[in-house]
Structure formats: C-alpha cells, structure tokens
C-alpha cells in the first residue's frame, strides 16, 4: 500500500536561514507527488508537484524539491524561509492504482516555525 | 484560475442533528470530489470519492450512514453529517478535479464543532 512519511513533526528555524523539509514515500510505481502547505483554519495550497521528467522542480513561493528514487525521497527546500512561510506542510503521493486520479495520500504534517 | 468553493467555512451544531457541506467548483467541471477529514494537528484522511452521478466510494472504516455523500451534478457535492456527535467535530475538506489530466483544486475546509 502507498504510504507517506514526514519525519520531523516540528521544524523551527530563523529567518533568512535554510530549509529542509523531508519527505519519504512508499509506492509500487513511479508516484506521482506533492508538496502543499496549509495555514490555520484553511485548505490547502499546492507549492509543487513531481509527475516525470527533471527530479529537480521548481514551485511557488520560491520552493523547490528533489525526487530522488533511490532514497524514495521527495525533500522540500528554501534557501531563505521569510516569517510568512510559517505554516503547516504536507507531502502527499497520488494513489490509487493509476496515474492522475487525484486521490492523494498525505504524509503527517510538518509544522514550520520561522524565528525572528 | 480554477477555485472550489466550500460552504460553510464554519458550523456549529447540536448533538443529534445534521449539518451540509457543500463544495462547489466555479468554473470547472468536477468529474471527480473527495472528502478529507483533518483532526487538529494531524494529516487529512480521505473518507471518500464521489463520481459525479454515481454513488460515492468510501474509505476502510467510514460510515455510510453517517457521512452521506452525493455529488449530483457536475459542480457540486454535498457531505451530509447525520446524527452528529462531538466525536464528529473535525475540519472537513474537499477537492475536486476534472477529466483526464485536470489539476486538483482544494476547497478551504469546513470547521464542524458540535456540541
């Protein structure tokens, strides 16, 4: 079965500085994966999304993330959070059976705290 | 661009009623909805899918009865909560996408406190 794993529950870092965010998958194909974000008391935004092609794609809000097969990865990055990126972060990874069904699986949620 | 629209943003009932969310798409046709369910602080649980004129697929563990789902046209589906108990008190999430390669679009949830 298709599963989705984000490690870390919590993440605070200051300002200005990097971000990792990690996420780890289980599934049979090639996924089909996601990065969305979600502030409190809303639904949520897509910041990028994995379909083929380059591992390295590029999303809104200056994010970017890795596919990288060989570590069933799918890490989400900033090279400089702002206070505004504080907020709930889901990966996710399209399931059932087929391509593009829009049925995702989400992970557990990383919540980001940005420090002044 | 494409938006899902859910209403209401927040509901409060009593023990023992029943409250409908709707989740409608405005300028797409949403061959396809789900409904999340999302606990505070933990990940959001698809409960169903729901195929426009057919009835909706639920997930292992989800009550039919309780939560009625029905998606009658193409721009439109309702989550009915029957019987509703403060167990029940949740964010609810819809989302919804079209034939063939169509993007998904999130709706911006429905906070059901029942008390």
């Known amino acids: 079965a298709q599963s989705v794993t984000q490690p870390d529950i919590h993440i605070t870092v200051s300002e200005g500085a990097s971000l990792e965010l990690r996420c780890n998958y289980s599934?049979?194909?090639?996924?089909?994966l996601f990065w969305y974000v979600q502030s409190p008391g809303q639904g949520l935004q897509l910041l990028l999304k994995?379909?083929?092609?380059?591992?390295l794609v590029q999303g809104i809000k200056g994010f970017e993330a890795e596919f990288k097969r060989s570590q069933s990865s799918f890490n989400l990055r900033k090279p400089s959070v702002h206070w505004s990126d504080a907020a709930e972060y889901f990966c996710a990874v399209e399931g059932g059976g087929s391509s593009n069904t829009g049925k995702l699986i989400f992970g557990q949620g990383t919540t980001l705290q940005v420090k002044p | 661009g494409a938006v899902v629209s859910q209403h209401p943003s927040r509901v409060i009932c009593k023990s023992g009623t029943s409250v409908k969310i709707e989740c409608r798409s405005l300028d797409f046709q949403a061959t396809t909805m789900f409904w999340y369910r999302q606990f505070p602080k933990q990940s959001l649980m698809l409960m169903a899918t729901?195929?426009?004129?057919?009835?909706?697929?639920?997930e292992q563990g989800v009550e039919k009865d309780k939560f009625l789902i029905n998606h009658a046209s193409l721009t439109l589906s309702t989550l009915t909560v029957t019987s509703a108990h403060p167990e029940d008190s949740s964010f609810y999430i819809c989302?919804?996408?079209?034939?063939?390669?169509?993007?998904?679009?999130f709706g911006n949830g429905t906070r059901l406190t029942v008390t």
């Open positions: 599934y049979g194909a090639t996924p089909y």
């Open positions: 994995y379909f083929s092609g380059d591992t």
């Open positions: 989302s919804a996408t079209g034939q063939g390669d169509s993007p998904l679009h």
């Open positions: 729901s195929n426009e004129g057919s009835k909706a697929t639920y």
